[in-house]
């Protein structure tokens, strides 16, 4: 055991030593290098300069296949990252422009209200809001500091509504070609709206600025077409059914036309029966009544033969189809719109009728056993069994 003279004597030493070790660091430099040396005199366990924490490992140098050392490459440098946009106070770093001073990292507000702090208050009067708006949820769009698309946005295009969205064009083949070639923006807002959907025109509107054609000077407009009312029929993305129609053109017009073909119809027209309405009709607009594609008869001889054209002699009121027939469907046969005795009836006096020899009992009778409804070789169109030999 030491005694207290000798601790004091030993303690003066140290004391010596750690002076003289001072003086000459300050005599020879501060270099990491010189330090360490001069530490490992005096004092033992004394670590590597390489095994520092802080200490970056120099990488190995490259030895060619003759096994000539080479000089080592330094590794290049990494490329800088691209950035579009920058939040305007973290450039120039203001960071108390939104958050708090001090250490924190706490926000001076919530949002949407801190960002209206200098954005514009864009939800103030709109009647639609974006969900995430409205919850204050800026940041799950936009970055608050920088990024590398535009407006501070996490993603671009349509790959951010997709974040939340299902993709609208995997609901079926038929895809509309706006949405397939464009963006989510250029019918919807992102923010907010009066609209509903979030679009920043109305549907009649944001239809007509691709689909100005449908209407255009036409005289006979479809009401949900004149009340801009697409999407009753429409879906507005993708579907599975041609012009994006919403249900087959059947039950699409049966929304509306409940009574076509009436259920107690006898005969019904083809095109009716199997439910191809555009065969006749045009569903948006048309320069005929009725929507009709043509007038008639040209329009009936998309599918009957043309009577007409080779005809010597004609039925005066031949030229206008519906004047008999109806085009849809009839409680008669031929889907006449009356009996055939009606029907002459309404054109030929009966009183006429009895004066012509050829009439005598014949009352009662149909018209069209003798005559031909259409056209003939003879001027009172008889047919070729009724007449006299």
């Not at 009401?223 to 029929?233: H, N, S, T």
Request: with cysteine; aromatic share 4%.
């Amino acid at each position: 055991m030491l005694q207290p003279r000798q601790s004091r004597r030993d303690g003066w030493i140290v004391a010596a030593a750690v002076a003289v070790i001072a003086i000459i660091l300050l005599a020879t430099g501060c270099s990491s290098a010189t330090k360490h040396k001069w530490l490992t005199v005096f004092f033992d366990g004394v670590p590597s300069e390489s095994s520092g924490t802080n200490v970056v490992a120099a990488a190995p140098s490259a030895t060619s296949t003759n096994q000539t050392a080479a000089a080592a490459k330094p590794a290049p440098a990494p490329a800088p990252v691209s950035t579009a946009s920058v939040h305007a106070p973290f450039l120039k770093q203001q960071c108390t422009e939104c958050h708090e001073a001090g250490m924190g990292q706490g926000m001076k507000a919530d949002p949407p209200g801190l960002c209206f702090n200098c954005h514009k208050d864009f939800l103030a009067g709109m009647k639609v809001k974006h969900q995430p708006v409205q919850e204050g949820d800026c940041k799950s769009c936009h970055d608050p500091h920088q990024s590398n698309y535009p407006k501070l946005l996490v993603k671009t295009g349509t790959a951010l509504c997709l974040t939340c969205h299902d993709d609208p064009l995997a609901v079926g083949p038929v895809k509309h070609q706006a949405v397939e070639a464009g963006e989510c923006l250029d019918c919807h807002a992102p923010h907010a709206t009066n609209f509903k959907g979030l679009l920043k025109k109305s549907v009649k509107d944001t239809c007509a600025d691709c689909h100005d054609d449908i209407v255009g000077k036409k005289k006979f407009v479809h009401q949900p077409v004149a009340d801009g009312d697409c999407l009753e029929c429409h879906t507005p993305h993708a579907g599975k059914i041609k012009g994006l129609l919403k249900k087959p053109v059947k039950d699409t017009c049966a929304d509306c036309h409940d009574d076509i073909p009436a259920k107690n119809a006898k005969d019904i027209h083809q095109p009716v029966g199997d439910g191809d309405c555009l065969a006749c009709h045009d569903p948006h607009a048309s320069n005929q009544k009725a929507l009709v594609k043509k007038s008639t008869p040209a329009l009936c001889w998309d599918c009957h033969d043309n009577f007409l054209e080779k005809a010597k002699f004609k039925h005066d009121v031949v030229e206008d189809c519906t004047g008999c027939h109806k085009p849809h469907q009839s409680k008669e046969n031929n889907l006449l719109a009356k009996s055939v005795l009606q029907l002459c009836g309404d054109c030929h006096d009966d009183k006429d009728l009895k004066a012509v020899k050829g009439h005598a009992g014949a009352e009662g009778k149909s018209c069209t056993v003798c005559h031909d409804p259409h056209v003939g070789t003879d001027a009172n169109l008889l047919k070729p069994s009724a007449k006299i030999k």
